[in-house]
DNA sequence: TATTGTATGCTAACACCGTTAGTTTTGTCA
DNA sequence: TGACAAAACTAACGGTGTTAGCATACAATA
């Protein structure tokens, strides 16, 4: 076989692209191999298993959403850039599901190196909150609010759990943002007063 | 093999105290064979797949989750019955997070028996609501918001997402509640109004 | 230019998984 | 007692991730 000098590179981004083409459910390490023309087992001189494989994804989706997000929220302040926050968050779990799936399923408890990729997806939210005159610690507190809100919405949309009334799915989605927003602003009153 | 007259309840039953101990995870046809005494290929007399296997396994801890959250909500009226509500939900993840997670790897897409299962899950929160006056409509999306909070906040927890910062869980965990009981007391004003 | 070393690929195999087909055993009921 | 259905079996298939050991091509060094 004429070697083609294959790099860890690329087989990140070729796994990236067939799980959003063909599903992350569906990914298996052989498929990958022979989309790149090369044996399963080949694939083990660039990585050291499939659950790294998978990590070294995750921090690509990770860091893919912060990106979007701090797009989104650029120049915006208060409301405005929490709605847009969320837009961003919501358009990514919709556009890129398979990406997003990749994040839900990393196990953040293990490795530090992804303890910090947490700190990629908590900072464009303490961004967009900067603009309430809010305590760090209630800052701490209403990220978590706003990640629950959102991941909640978007997996159990995701997984079919909302077809049960006829009422528009987007307008309950506005509702839960007006929700968070509400929130804000309630806890605002309570660090002032 | 002295034939033991094994029946589909014993197996189900089986795997979910096999599920509890040793988690959804590694949970797998030939070793729940092997605790039962029998070959993998023989469970085939009882159940179709493993699939559906997994979807019996959901309808009972859809069912456990239902009957844990009417009981907390008994006799409780408005922000002291969400709170009940949000409380039998959360402990549920907590104490049974494996058969928790069966839940929500439930696709709720395919067949009508889960779909009405969707509504098993419902009813809880639609009968904790009820103190409030709110348009049909409202609850059908204050519902969706409720799940989305409960689900997306036990799961970033379960996955280790709340570490980041040395703030109380429980903490974040009021607040939360907090919120959507506004948004509640909110979207009375808006039906009154 | 020749050699040596390393990175990249290979083959073969292992242990696991869900699943199917075909066969034997066992218990029950007529 | 004989027949039949349910419950178990064996053997196998194709799939998964993974490891060990061997070949080969390329790059740097003598």
Known sequence: MARQGLTRSDIIAAAIEMIESEGLHSFSLRE??????????????????????????????????????????????????????????????????????????????????????????????????????????????????FRSIMHGFLSQEEAGCFRQFPVDVADSYRIAVRGFILLLENSEKEARG
Do not use: C, W
């Open 32 to 145: 990958l191999a022979d989309r790149l023309h090369i044996k399963a087992a080949s694939l083990y001189n660039h990585i050291k298993s499939s659950d790294e494989l998978h990590t070294e994804i995750g921090y690509y989706a990770i860091s893919e959403l912060k990106k979007a997000q701090l797009a989104a929220i650029a120049g915006k302040e208060r409301s405005e850039a929490i709605e847009a926050l969320a837009d961003a968050y919501y358009r990514f779990g919709k556009d890129r599901p398979e990406i997003y799936k990749v994040i839900l399923s990393l196990p953040m408890v293990k490795n530090d190196a992804i303890h910090s990729a947490g700190f990629d997806i908590v900072e464009p939210i303490m961004t967009a909150m900067a603009g309430y005159h809010l305590t760090r610690e209630q800052m701490m507190h209403l990220q978590r609010v």
